[in-house]
């Protein structure tokens, strides 16, 4: 019987942590959006901010195979133009954003491919990783919760010890 009623207050302080503590979500897996290649290996491109105004000045760095090839800097419109580049994946880097795209050679690229690069710099987004986590953000880390499961298992057995005596 006492084991039964430490069973069921361990069931119970278990449920409530799990509620206290909410889902996680999985960052979803890049997208990697395709471009077609100007004739010369050109492509073209803009870069806005949030509010779709063009952001000049903006420096883009180009990575192709994990290795920087160059960085470019936005004309006062937010255009820029890469040139020399061959068909492959190319992640383009802002100060704060990016993004991955496929370049297909001139010809070749799908129908739904776009014909230049738009990049938004989202420096004033905010994610909402922990950001402070609220009132029960510290359930969140994952030695807190042991702690709480250790504590429900062994509160109910020193509580049923002391009572035998």
Same mark, same amino acid.
């Given at each position: 019987? $006492?084991? +039964? $009623?430490?069973?069921?207050?361990?069931s119970v302080v278990l449920a409530? #942590? %799990?509620l206290l503590i909410g889902?996680? #979500?999985? #960052?979803?897996?890049? +997208?990697?959006?395709?471009? #077609?290649?100007?004739? %010369? %290996?050109?492509?073209? %491109?803009?870069? !806005?901010?949030? !509010?779709a105004v063009a952001q000049g000045h903006a420096k883009i760095?180009?990575?192709? $195979?994990g290795k920087a090839l160059t960085v470019t800097e936005t004309d006062r419109d937010g255009q820029f133009?890469?040139?020399?580049l061959e068909p492959g994946v190319y992640e383009l880097h802002l100060a704060e954003g990016g993004g991955a795209y496929r370049v297909w050679a001139p010809q070749t690229a799908p129908p739904a491919a776009e014909?230049?690069? +738009?990049?938004v710099d989202d420096s004033r987004v905010?994610?909402?990783?922990?950001?402070g986590g609220g009132h029960f953000g510290?359930?969140?880390?994952?030695?807190?919760?042991?702690?709480?499961?250790?504590?429900g298992i062994a509160l109910p057995l020193a509580l049923d010890n002391d009572s035998a005596s």
């Open positions: 019987m $006492k084991l +039964l $009623k430490s069973l069921n207050t361990l409530c #942590a %799990g889902q996680t #979500a999985q #960052a979803a897996s890049p +997208l990697i959006r395709d471009v #077609a290649l100007q004739p %010369g %290996g050109v492509l073209n %491109g803009q870069v !806005l901010n949030e !509010l760095a180009v990575v192709h $195979k133009v890469l040139t020399g014909q230049a690069v +738009l990049l905010v994610r909402g990783a922990h950001n510290w359930l969140a880390n994952p030695w807190v919760l042991a702690a709480l499961v250790a504590l």
